[in-house]
């Protein structure tokens, strides 16, 4: 990939944020060597992989690689049989224990949890966990080994023990006793590995040693008293005992190691191999990064895209297609509108794609995969070169642009600025004619309205721009792909305020044509906004739609689930009064035979007629279908929207939701059921109010009809009830009370020892139409009461 163009579109900068996400020194050089591929099965890969490290990382957090220290250099001191120190010994010990966490870390908690990629690089680790117990439990820390590392070591550092005992008792009592007058300070002090103490050198012939030191000016001299010279001799013989036991316990211990080289060196690799995953998976995370869908046919669609390397809170976020449609795209307008800005963010999102990372925008952007990415971006004037910003480019572009092909991406910053607009824009159709031609994906920005009238009378080739607020005179960096860029030169001007006549001259001073160009970018602009709040709204009618159909089809599949299990109840129970009637008819025929052979009587014969008779007449009973009738007739006019009624037919309550049409049908809502009926099968429901006067709940024709909602308290008292026993009851209060269209009700419960309080609150916590529940306020009841918002 062209180095100056990784540079150009700040790719360095990602990698830095990468390699910040790396805990291991080989996890970290891996994040430096990452460049762009251009193999897609290769790429796919290393895409895989990330999206796998980021769910991982969201559904466990993250895993930590910082104990993945190198340990090539032992592992090749373990292959020619030398004997590593403490300080290696740990440091494989603590790479073998970050495995045995990375390895746990691996495994798959729940047979829900779907296999991944990673899965073969976690069961490649071996944690050796015997060899690493051995290692934590003779090594303590790199200067230090632990006494229990062997019974040898055990027994000299006891006995090390025990005779510097014996020489700071001795010499103790020679300090606090016969020396004390000849001593400097009474104190034991060591000089070299020997103790001493310090005489004054007056008094050097009353104390019988050996000197070791003396002070800088001679006036102390440091002896070791004969009481202890064999004592520190002892201790100096130890000492060395130690160092030898020492170096045998780490001989043995690097013998247990070499044993294992080649897992070693497997579980190094795999881990800062994980490392280099996981710092991919983290940045993903840490930008709101999404999986992009890799392409080879040079399909570009940027959904939503945010430039990884601005303030996440402030960016703007832009969508970019290019190379279905058209192959070069061309991006006009005002300085600091956000031209360079989408330039950069397709460059670099390209780059990002290719090596692996997830970009910074919505889920199913696409990029394509090009061998080369070339970018003529920013101002590369050269006074040493004695190069122009003009001359710059030019020389940019001139040595990129022979070795350009159809796998490429080109990108243009500005093209043909610096020299003379005419010149400058004639040569920068050319240089776009040229790449478009041959079918290279192009995107330009650029002030010349010549290329945007390339752009609208060339095929394949489309414009955009940078939305600019002439009222505020602030860019809103929004990319609006399909019209070009209005400068809004004199818009701008006379916002800063430049006097209206030199405007106006200005105008005059533009021909016809250019007049009608601005009109007519004018005119797109503002259809372009049209269209997009069109569009949205569009999108969002589709959304409710597919939320009524699904909420419609759940509602018929309920209903036929009803009906399924009626008509699987009344098979079941003909059944039953068939087999009921087989069974009397059996019973009948035997009792005539034996009638007939033992001459019963009559009167005998007629009882047991009459027996069966009623025995028939009950099963008929059970069996018919009675319809029922309305108890009075009714009219068309006699039903009113909101009518409380009764659906004879199928015996179920309802309310009416529409009047009565020529052939006297209505609608009825029975609950979630909405059926048409005829007004022959309705008899309306008359309820009388229960909270009105007696002498007003009648009248002359009959009770005064009321709707629901006056039927029903806004109020429901639990008191004394057990849990079961207050859920039924609220259940089908909040039933009535929701048909009632009651917006808030009020449950008493009373305080107690809180139990019914909590199992009417596990209640409401279940039930879909309860917005809200809370305790009531002090003096409407306090913890005593809950107040319930339906919804």
């Given at each position: ?51 796998a490290a980021f769910t991982r990382i969201v559904k466990k957090g993250r895993l930590s690689f910082g104990d993945a220290f190198p340990v090539e250099e032992s592992m090749k001191r373990l292959e020619v049989g030398a004997s590593l120190g403490s300080g290696e010994l740990l440091r494989i010990c603590k790479v073998l224990q970050n495995a045995g966490r990375a390895k746990a870390y691996g495994r798959h908690d729940t047979q829900d949890e779907l ?677």
């Open positions: 990939m062209n180095q100056k163009t990784l540079l150009k579109l700040e790719y360095n900068k990602i990698i830095t944020l990468l390699e910040e996400q790396a805990a291991s020194f080989r996890g970290r050089q891996l994040c430096r060597k990452l460049k762009p591929m251009t193999d897609l099965k290769r790429i796919d890969t290393f895409q895989e992989q990330t999206a296999a991944d990629c990673l899965d073969a690089y976690f069961d490649q680790l071996e944690p050796l966990t015997l060899l690493s117990n051995e290692i934590e439990r003779c090594i303590i820390a790199e200067d230090e080994i632990s006494d229990d590392a062997s019974p040898a070591l055990k027994h000299i550092r006891r006995s090390i023990a025990g005779i510097n005992d014996k020489v700071h008792a001795t010499l103790n009592s020679l300090v606090n006793g016969a020396l004390r007058s000849y001593l400097q300070d009474p104190i034991i002090t060591m000089r070299g590995d020997r103790y001493c103490v310090p005489v004054k050198a007056e008094y050097r012939s009353q104390v019988n040693g050996m000197i070791h030191d003396q002070s800088s000016t001679g006036s102390t001299l440091f002896i070791e008293p004969m009481a202890v010279v064999k004592l520190n001799n002892d201790l100096k013989e130890l000492y060395a005992k130690e160092q030898e036991e020492i170096q045998v316990i780490l001989a043995r211990l690097s013998e247990d190691t070499a044993e294992y080289i080649e897992e070693i060196r497997t579980d190094y690799r795999v881990l800062t191999d994980l490392d280099f995953i996981f710092a991919r998976g983290q940045l993903a995370l840490s930008m709101n990064a999404s999986r992009p869908i890799l392409n080879n046919e040079g399909r570009i669609h940027i959904r939503d895209g945010r430039h990884p390397l601005l303030d996440a809170r402030k960016v703007v976020p832009i969508t970019v297609t290019l190379g279905e449609d058209f192959s070069l795209l061309i991006v006009t307008g005002p300085n600091t509108g956000g031209k360079t800005v989408s330039l950069k963010t397709v460059g670099l999102f390209t780059l990002m794609g290719q090596a692996g990372l997830h970009i910074p925008a919505a889920d199913r952007s696409e990029l394509a995969v090009f061998h080369q990415v070339y970018a003529d971006i920013g101002d590369e004037q050269s006074i040493e070169q004695s190069l122009s910003t003009f001359s710059s480019h030019m020389t940019n572009i001139v040595s990129f642009l022979k070795d350009v092909d159809e796998q490429s991406l080109v990108l243009f910053d500005e093209l043909g600025a610096g020299t003379d607009p005419t010149e400058g824009a004639a040569l920068a159709i050319a240089i776009l004619s040229h790449l478009h031609i041959r079918g290279i994906r192009t995107m330009a920005t650029t002030h010349y309205s010549e290329l945007k009238v390339f752009a609208l009378s060339t095929e394949g080739v489309e414009n955009a721009c940078c939305e600019f607020d002439v009222e505020s005179l602030k860019p809103t960096y929004r990319l609006l792909i399909g019209i070009p860029g209005k400068s809004n030169a004199f818009a701008i001007s006379g916002k800063l305020g430049l006097p209206d006549y030199i405007i106006e001259d200005a105008k005059n001073r533009l021909t016809e044509q250019d007049v009608s160009f601005e009109d007519l970018l004018t005119d797109l602009e503002n259809s372009k906004r049209i269209i997009e709040k069109e569009r949205d709204e569009i999108q969002t009618y589709k959304r409710e739609v597919e939320r009524l159909k699904t909420q419609t089809r759940q509602k018929q599949e309920k209903l036929d689930e009803q009906r399924d299990r009626i008509l699987r109840e009344a098979n079941e129970k003909a059944n039953a009064i068939l087999r009921e009637a087989k069974e009397m008819a059996d019973e009948t025929m035997k009792n005539f035979r034996k009638f007939g052979k033992e001459g019963i009587s009559a009167a005998e014969m007629e009882r047991e007629r009459e027996r069966l008779r009623k025995k028939i007449k009950d099963t008929a009973g059970k069996s018919a279908l009675k319809p029922q009738k309305p108890k009075k007739t009714y009219k068309p006019s006699d039903f009113k929207l909101g009518e409380s009624v009764k659906v004879l037919s199928m015996n179920l309550t309802g309310t009416i939701s529409s009047l009565p049409d020529s052939r006297g049908n209505v609608t009825v809502q029975m609950g979630i059921l909405r059926s048409q009926v005829n007004i022959s099968d309705l008899e309306i429901i008359e309820e009388a109010n229960p909270y009105a006067p007696k002498n007003m709940r009648r009248t002359g024709s009959g009770k005064i009809k009321m709707s629901k909602s006056l039927s029903v308290r806004p109020e429901i008292n639990l008191l004394g009830k057990t849990v079961d026993e207050a859920v039924a009851e609220l259940d089908k209060y909040l039933d009535d009370a929701l048909l009632s269209h009651l917006n808030t009700v009020r449950v008493v419960h009373g305080k107690g020892t809180g139990a019914l309080r909590k199992g009417i609150h596990e209640y409401l916590r279940r039930q879909k139409h309860v917005k809200s529940y809370h305790l009531a306020e002090f003096g409407e009841g306090d913890a005593g009461v809950t107040i319930v918002e339906l919804g």
